[in-house]
Structures are given as structure tokens and as C-alpha cells.
DNA sequence: CTGAAAGCGCTTACAG
DNA sequence: CTGAAAGCGCTTACAG
């Protein structure tokens, strides 16, 4: 630890620069930019001068200036959903791992879902001249991004594809994730299976749907129309959907998929409130599901694995390699708990 | 949206400058600096023909030397613990919004409990140059910003106090949550309560043991030397804690107070497995504690009112402000779902 | 209404 | 081994 600088040098609310500490240690500016950045060819006794100016002032390098000069600002930005959803806490611990390990800072936003504020969060981080950007995206046409790309900013999207440009992508088999999952569901015996998922525009509840016919499809069976209710991930719109299916006097659904984890986590308050067992299936792990009684089924992606791939093929870019945009998908994982073990009713 | 740059005019990978738009608008540096801030005194014409160098080129102002130039970057930092906790999801985003409506950008990173992680991240963004740090301390000795702050780096802190060093605070009141927690639980009829809490040395933990003593002296309940266990979260030696406490053979817990969300989870297990049914009381709400059976009652923390506060000081200091170093504490709730209105068992 | 010069705090490219 | 000059891409302060 340095000592303590001399009060009397310092002032307050002023930063001393290179060119204060180079006065006070009477040399030249160059010089102590060498001592800093310890670049070779400074005698020990004219380093300790300048190393004792530095500390008598209280100097710090500005890097925001050093990064002008260099051309990298050794940061890379993040724009996701939300900062608060915990799904993306380890995608975002991720992402500021590698960037540690490349001696970049991570900056990082909300979109909030709203692909105007994506916009304006991504284009003032190209402004800041980021070295790269990962985007979870929010709308589904990042065509704004292109003179940005085009001017050299390397861009990778994760969890969702990009929208009408070409750009790396790492996303999670929703396609396969879903099919596995529903698959499993059958295999348990179930027939009449219910979906309840995100809304479709978005492309990973586009394919987990897809996936859902698709493993229906491969067990020949039939897939009533009020089986598949995509939309809102509201609780009320989501209840009210799981209450429908359930009580259909005709084909009742005996299980349900649940496109996300925030639909899970309602699917599991409805089937709470109700006697008959029903199984249940969702996509997305989520804390306590073990907990629960009985405990749930998911279709569980790696989060963190979503955001080193995408994080290291950032700083692949970064380090020079060209190679086209790329779609990389990594697989998910079926993790049985019991509620997707439970069999059909009657 | 503007229309597409001229390809002719883009070169991959450059990045063209003010000075690039102004020879090709045949007009001066300054003037293109007037378009781009939208500053009076341009004619519409001359505007116009800036515009349309700026679109032909894809100009995007350069904020990296904007801000070096203005003094201010027009961001702060966080540095927090993990920014993969969910706890800290709330904050984090807070501390976000608060940042969004003053126009900044926010860098953050992970201490990852590691007080000289802390201090290389806190020190990296100091020589960024953000306009303020928000810290949630891994280490308990901050004297290494002192330097920083006289030279005018705003500081709060968060969640847990600084150490050695003179500066605002914002932080969850541990003490009277704990002790309302445990009243709780006396209320209820309970009389030998064991208190599982994480290390002492962190302040917060230190202080729901002290919480936890204070309860029990208000109700005149003396304390065995057996059931208070501080020390690691970690699940074995909060599990084997437990099982000490539950299992004494003379004085039997008939109730558990846990020290954090993490204490809590792991109890919620252990209580799982047994039969004789436990009160248990947890500091820290934590997501589907409601749908757990029983479902569990925790002394809740507002951790987006932390950051929000946090980052109001924060603001408020850099728009001038200079009250003294203050520690603002807010309100926990109480918030009974079950699990803490268990009556004693026998 | 418009623009040339100086400067923000560093690094780069050179010269001694 | 050391340092003066130029420049990164802007804004500020000033002059016309």
C-alpha cells in the first residue's frame, strides 16, 4: 500500500495529469507515460522520482484519454432484457468473465423488452465506441446496427436471433429443447398435452411451439386447437389459458408444457389450487424447483454457457478472425423432478 | 429511419470524423458540431447539407472523446458482489433507471466476494473516470479509495457499510428486521430459537445476531451458547448447524431463525426431511418462498429501494450537493406465510 | 451565421 | 536513456 500522499499537494476535486507529475519530478512528459505503463528503458533512480512524484499527487492514469489515443476502449457493451430477471444473471456474469479475462469492462443495459429503447441502448454504447456489443435482442429488426457492424463494431446475439441482418447468433435449442420435453411427457403416457408459451413473434416461443407439434407429430397424435395457447406471459392470461384446457368437457388436457419460466411458475400456482394431479413439464430451469412439492420437470438451458460462447466469439472478432456470422446453438437438458413423471389422470 | 449510406462512401472498418463529414459537407469542423449537439446559429440549408454528409458516411459522434473533452463521462460504476445473485438483479437495475434518467451509462462488475477484486475494479473505473462509484464492499477496509474521493470521485456505498473510510451508506435495517423476526417467532410461542447467520465479520450478518440477542433479552429468553451459529452459508455447515440444534438431546430448538436467503434455502431443505415440524423465520425474500409448503415467512429487504437510493445520493452529489457523509438506513417488512407462525411442537 | 485555433490527457513516431 | 512534437476526435473560447 503507498503512503499516504502530502495532504498540501493534493487538491481537492482536481486530477493531477501526466504532465503535472512530469513537472514535479522534472522530467519530461514521455517519461513518466513510461514509468506508468512500465515500459522499458528508464533508469532506476529516474523511475523512483517519478514513481514518488505520482504518489505525492495522487496520480491516476486517465484512462478514457489513453483510450482515445490507443483506439480500443477495452470495454465491451451488454444490452439485455432486463438487468433484474435472474435467467440472465448468469449470462451476464458470464459475458463479464471473459471480458475480464481480456482485461475489458463490461457496460451493460435494459432494454425492458422495448425495441426502441434496445435501439437507443445499443447505438450509444457504439457511440461510446465499445469494442464489441452482445445484444439480447428485444425487437426483431437490428437493420440499424448495420453501419455500425459495416464500420467495424463486432456484434454477437445471444438467447435470440438477430432480425433481417446477418450477425452471429448463440442461442439454446428451444426447437429440440421443447420436443424433448414433450416427448418425455408422452412417453409418460399423456395424450392430451396443453402448450402454454410466450408470444409467437418471439422466436424462441415460435420454435418451442414448434417443437411441441413436433413431438406430437412423431407419436401420431392429434393436437386439438385449444391445446396451443401462445401469448402473453401475464399470470391472468396464463391462468386463465391452463384453466381452459383443463376443464375442456371434451378432450381435458392431462398434461402441460410451459414455454418459460415464468409460465412454469404460474402453471404451478393454478395446479396448486386443484385436486386432480396434472403433469407438467417447463422450459427454463429456475431456483427451488426441487423444492417444490411435487417438484418440476424443466427443460433447463445453461445460461452461462449461452453467454461465454457468445462472449468469446465476440473476442475472437475482436482479436482479428473473420469468419462468417454463425449460428451456434447449444443443447438443453432434460432434468426429470417429478411433476413431468406424474401420469395421466383416470 | 434514415436511409442506407451510399456504399461507395463506407469503408469497412473506419470510422469517419467530424472532420471527414465537414470537408464533405465543404463546411467547417465547427459547424458539423453544431449540427450534430443541435446547437442554434445554422442555417437550414447549410443543416441540411450536414445532415446529408453525415447519413452519406455514417458519421456517429465519437462519445469517447466528447466526454474527455466535456470532463464528464457521463457514466458510473457498480461494483457488487455477483452479478449473477438474484438478490442483487433488483439493485442492479435500479441503480440502472436512476443512471437512464440522468443520461448514463452504467459499468459494473463482480468483487465476487474477493476484497482485492473489489479493489481493482473500483480503481479500473475510477481511472475510467465515471462521474460516481455505487459499491456494494467485499473487503472492509476502503481506505484505498480515499485518494479517489479527494479527487472528487462521488462514492456511496451499499448494503454494507464502508470500512476506515468516511462516506455514504445505504443499507437494509438488519438489526430491526432480525429482531422483529424473532419476536415473531416468540410471539408465537416459541422460547429456545436457534440463529443461523453468516460470518460475523460481515457487518450485516453482525448485525441479525445482534437483532437475534435482542429479541431474546426483550422477552427475558436466555440464549444457549448452542444456538447461534454464525459462520459460512455454506449448505453442509448449515445443514450440520441445524441438525445440532434440532437434535440436542436437553434443549431442543423449536424454531430457526436464518441469518440470509441462502441460510434460509438450505433450512428449507433440512426441515424437508424431518417430521416433527420446525417455525422457521428467514431474512431475505427470495422467489417462490410462497409456494413452498409450508410456505416460508421472511423479514423482506426493499433491494431496489437500496439501489435507487444509493443512486440518488449518488446523482444528487454530482449535481453539486455536499452534505456530510451519511448513513441511510431503510425499513425491512415482515411478511408471514407460514413457516414462522409454526406453533412449538409437544 | 460560420470557422480557425487551442486544448482535454494521453500515446505514437521520431529525434537526440 | 530521454523528451519535444503531433495527433486521437471532439468541445471551448474567440474572432470574424
Known amino acids: 500500500m503507498p503512503s499516504a500522499p502530502r495532504p498540501s499537494e493534493l487538491r481537492y476535486g482536481i486530477r493531477p495529469t501526466m504532465k503535472d507529475v512530469a513537472a ?9 507515460s513510461r514509468v506508468v505503463n512500465r515500459e522499458p528503458g528508464v533508469t532506476p533512480e529516474t523511475e523512483h522520482r517519478v514513481q514518488a512524484s505520482i504518489e505525492a499527487l495522487g496520480f491516476r492514469r486517465n484512462d478514457s484519454a489513453r483510450v482515445l489515443r490507443k483506439g480500443r476502449t477495452a470495454s465491451i457493451g451488454l444490452v439485455l432484457e432486463d438487468l433484474a430477471d435472474p435467467f440472465y444473471g448468469p449470462l451476464n456474469r458470464a459475458v463479464e468473465e471473459v471480458a475480464r479475462t481480456h482485461g475489458a469492462l463490461l457496460i451493460n443495459g435494459s432494454s425492458a423488452e422495448d425495441p426502441e429503447r434496445e435501439r437507443e441502448l445499443a447505438l450509444a454504447l457504439c457511440a461510446r465506441r465499445v469494442d464489441g456489443l452482445v445484444v ?11 453501419p455500425e457492424i459495416r464500420a467495424g463494431m463486432a456484434t454477437v446475439f445471444v438467447d435470440r436471433p438477430a432480425g433481417r441482418i446477418d450477425a452471429d447468433v448463440v ?6 429443447g421443447a420436443r424433448a420435453g414433450v416427448a418425455h411427457l408422452i412417453a409418460h403416457g399423456h395424450r392430451r398435452i396443453g402448450f402454454i408459451g410466450d408470444h409467437p413473434h418471439i422466436h424462441t416461443a415460435a ?12 407419436a401420431a397424435l392429434p393436437v386439438a386447437e385449444a391445446w396451443t395457447a401462445p401469448g402473453s406471459t401475464a399470470p391472468g392470461r396464463v391462468a386463465a389459458a391452463a384453466e381452459a384446457m383443463l376443464d375442456d368437457a ?3 388436457v392431462t398434461a402441460l408444457f410451459a414455454g418459460n419460466n415464468r409460465v412454469t411458475v404460474t402453471l404451478v400456482r393454478v395446479l396448486a389450487a386443484r385436486t386432480r394431479p396434472v403433469a407438467l413439464v417447463g422450459f427454463d430451469d429456475f431456483e427451488l424447483a426441487d423444492l417444490l412439492r411435487p417438484a418440476v420437470t424443466v427443460v433447463a438451458q445453461d445460461a452461462a454457457a449461452l453467454g461465454r460462447v457468445a462472449a468469446e466469439r465476440l473476442f475472437d472478432r475482436l482479436a482479428g478472425a473473420r469468419p462468417a456470422a454463425e449460428r451456434i446453438v447449444l443443447p438443453t437438458t432434460l432434468v426429470p423432478r417429478g411433476s413431468g413423471e406424474i401420469p395421466p389422470a383416470g
Chains 1, 2 share one sequence.
Open 136 to 146: 439480447i435482442p428485444a425487437g426483431d429488426d437490428h437493420r440499424y446496427l448495420e
Open 24 to 32: 514535479h519530478a522534472g522530467v519530461g512528459l514521455k517519461t513518466v
Open 171 to 176: 442461442l439454446s435449442d428451444s426447437f429440440g
Open 250 to 252: 371434451a378432450e381435458p
Open 207 to 218: 420454435e418451442r411451439l414448434r417443437g411441441y407439434r413436433a413431438a406430437m407429430a412423431e
